[in-house]
């Protein structure tokens, strides 16, 4: 028996789903998973750190997600996630398979978030159009567009 590998991989391809808000991206539903798992984090943690490093941890895992528009801030958000959760392993709050189970989980969310911001970029040096939200000006007078321009260049390589 033998395949058409063209063929097939031409059927492969899933339908997209239609995309409205930012609520609709794979990376902000992710990030929204993650988020609830760092909150989960915090309700584990001694007593003497509930106020601290949990307040902390639900600070950075909120701005994960209130700054998925704005991709690069949420990627710093993550990273610093990342580095709480190495605390909870440096101070045996959590058990280490949990840890590094939530660590794959922030890089996965990092990758959708890298991914999404190629896209962006990608769609930008091709002069193509891009997604965005609220008023439809000319890319010139909308602030976000130009900041978004100005952050994808200096983000450098993804």
């Known amino acids: 028996m033998s395949y058409n590998l063209k063929k097939e991989k031409q059927n492969a391809i899933p339908l997209r789903k239609e995309f409205r808000t930012f609520e609709d991206l794979d990376a902000y539903q992710e990030a929204r998973e993650f988020r609830k798992k760092m909150y989960a984090v915090t309700r584990r943690l001694p007593d003497f750190e509930k106020y601290d ?16 528009r704005f991709f690069l801030g949420s990627r710093g958000s993550l990273q610093e996630l990342v580095d709480d959760l190495n605390v909870c392993a440096d101070e045996n709050y959590l058990e280490p398979e949990k840890i590094e189970a939530l660590k794959g989980e922030a890089w996965r969310v ?33 602030e976000a567009w130009v900041w978004l321009t100005e ?7 993804i």
């Open 110 to 142: 990092l990758g959708l978030i890298n991914g999404y911001l190629r896209y962006l970029r990608d769609r930008q040096a091709d002069g193509g159009s891009v997604v965005r939200e609220g008023r439809v000006n000319s890319p010139e007078d909308d």
């Open 151 to 157: 952050a994808l260049s200096a983000a450098g390589p």
């Open 53 to 68: 490093l949990g307040s902390q941890i639900r600070r950075a895992a909120v701005s994960l997600t209130n700054q998925v």
